[in-house]
């Protein structure tokens, strides 16, 4: 008796602090024995695509996040993108179209962390400017119109698939395990995290905070525009209004996985959790055949028992 | 504890409105049909979604409607899920042209009857819609010009200058309608004095661009266009507040409760029918053909036409 009461509490503190992963696993658990459907191979590689697009740039906002900041503006990085990669693909080809879309992502991004990093402007005002006017520059360039392509390249790496999976969920394979070798392996990766764990400290203690945070505007404008280029091998279209949930889907996906808004703690490992949980929900809410509208209700209510799970377990921390 | 215990509550509250939701549309026995709609949550979306709702019912079958939001790649992986799931039937309501053509491919591939609604689809995958329910949007754009033109006739002045309201870039409905009314107004002197306005659909966003072109031009102001009522409604608002109601000819499409009780007060000079339940119904109905092994048209148009306040009797309204 004696023994198993701190086991008790083991075990409630290791389901509070894993809790993302529990519900998680208990909800793949509930789906497959209440739908069929759920389970099938089909099905596993619809959630697996469906969640790769926007997991490559969540990955990236994990990182800003972890630096203690936040940005808006990836969902019009995203939706130029699409703009810009769609019509390098009808003028001077994929391959060129790759590396000018996520090139010009990076600028972006290199934009905001200047005006965040080394003019200290707060990122929300920067990232919400940028949001509307890299939007604005969107439909100006398209005359608002959306654009697709023929390009017979885009559409051969289009039908790339090893086993079923496309090409779009190996990148984000790739890009997230960049990611958190990055973040784990790398003495830049520990200075993002001091820099968002305590900004004064970390700059007192040697680190270039202000490159830190530049650096990770910088690869979240990268990311977004990579994704927009995984999406235009999906859908070989462009226009400005797409992806605009793109920036509140990573946030949320960042912070359902168990990284803090406040920064310094997290991972890309952690939000791979999120991304995947946001992705099983909407498919098992579409498969228990939840109406459009109860579906948003629904995303709503997960999000908010997370963040309350995140404040309890940052409150058991503080008490012990 | 409480916080853990509201927590669980929580969870409870998630998983019993997921089991709850999807057995309130559930209906196993019959053939299920299964909408990715684009635009779910916009004013025209709700009755052309409960008139799917309502025929499907009728024909005995049971339907899910999903929120698209817009976004291509979302539907495609809802209908996906759909076909895993073992759904009999799927309508599609596209939410801009360019991003068609891999749904229409994909649905295709599914081998299943499928119907596209509302938006039309990309030119080069037309032809491999097995029926297009939508209204001839260009048509709706001309009869909103020939509208304008018999209220100059009904009142000729010495300026035919008009305010343009559009709704969103780069939809088609958007484009179309403003192809058409560029066509019967380009061969005469109404002058549209602003350039391209877009309000998004958006009542509020209409309000703002209504002040502002009262602030411009204020008196030279002669007609008054929007795209649809609820941003007739937003610019109606502007013109009330700054005391011109019932100093401009007023016009727009659309058959909501406003638009009648604006058209019945004599305040909107006409209106150009699109009417969403009779939209919605259409497109279950020919689905249901084609699930029946019966010849459909590949193009179903929605009937348009002018809408005065002698005829508001012979419409539906949400």
Known sequence: MLKSLPDKKKII??????????????????????????????????????????????????????????????????GWSTVLFTMCCNTIGVLGAFVVTILCGALFGAFNGYLVAKVKMPAFVVTLGTMIAIKG???????????????????????????????????????????????????????????????????????????????????LGAAAALAAAMYGVRIKAGWAPYGQDLSLYCIAATIIGGTSLLGGNGGVHKTIIGVLLLAVLFNALTLLGVSGSMQKFVRGLVLITVIMLDAIVAKRRKDR | MKKTCLVVLMLVLVLSVVVAGGKKEAAPGGKKIFMSSAYYTAPYGAPLQEAVREKAKELGYSVQIVDGEENADKQLSQFKAAVADGYDALIYWPGDQASTPPLVEYLNSTKLPWVAVNTVVADSVLDLVPC???????????????????????????????????????????????????????GTDVNILNDHQYAQYDP???MAIMEDMLTKYGNRIDVVVAQDGGMFQGAYSAIQAAGYAGKFGLFCQGQDLIVRDKLLDGELYASVAQDPFTEGALSVEMLDKIIRGEAVDKWVPTPTGPIWAADIDQYSWF
Request: neutral net charge; hydrophobic residues 50%; proline residues 2%.
């Open chain 1, 13 to 78: 503190t290791f389901i509070l602090e894993n809790a993302v992963s529990v519900f998680l696993i208990g909800f793949i658990i509930f789906m497959v024995f209440t739908k069929r459907s759920f389970s099938t191979w089909d099905n596993i590689v619809n959630i697996i695509n469906e969640s790769s697009i926007y997991g490559i740039a969540a990955c990236a906002m994990t990182v800003v996040i972890i630096s203690g900041e936040f940005d808006l503006s990836a969902s019009s990085v995203f």
């Open chain 2, 204 to 206: 509020s966003k209409a």
């Open chain 2, 132 to 186: 297009m329910i939508a209204s001839d949007e260009v048509e709706i754009g001309r009869w909103l010009g020939r509208n304008i033109v018999q209220y100059f006739k009904e009142n000729p002045g010495s300026s035919k200058n008009m305010i343009y309201i559009e709704g969103s870039p780069g939809s088609s409905y958007t484009e179309n309608v403003t192809i058409g009314l560029n066509e019967v107004l380009g």
């Open chain 1, 137 to 219: 520059l969107a439909f100006v360039v398209t005359k608002a119109q959306p654009i697709n392509t023929d390009n017979a390249t885009l559409k051969a790496i289009g039908r790339i698939h090893v086993g079923d999976i496309s090409i779009i969920p190996m990148v984000y394979v790739a890009v997230a395990v960049l990611f958190i070798w990055f973040l784990r392996n790398t003495k830049f990766g520990r200075d993002i995290y001091a820099t968002g764990g305590n900004y004064e400290v970390a700059r007192l203690s040697g680190i270039n905070v202000v490159f830190s945070k530049f650096i990770v505007f910088t690869m």
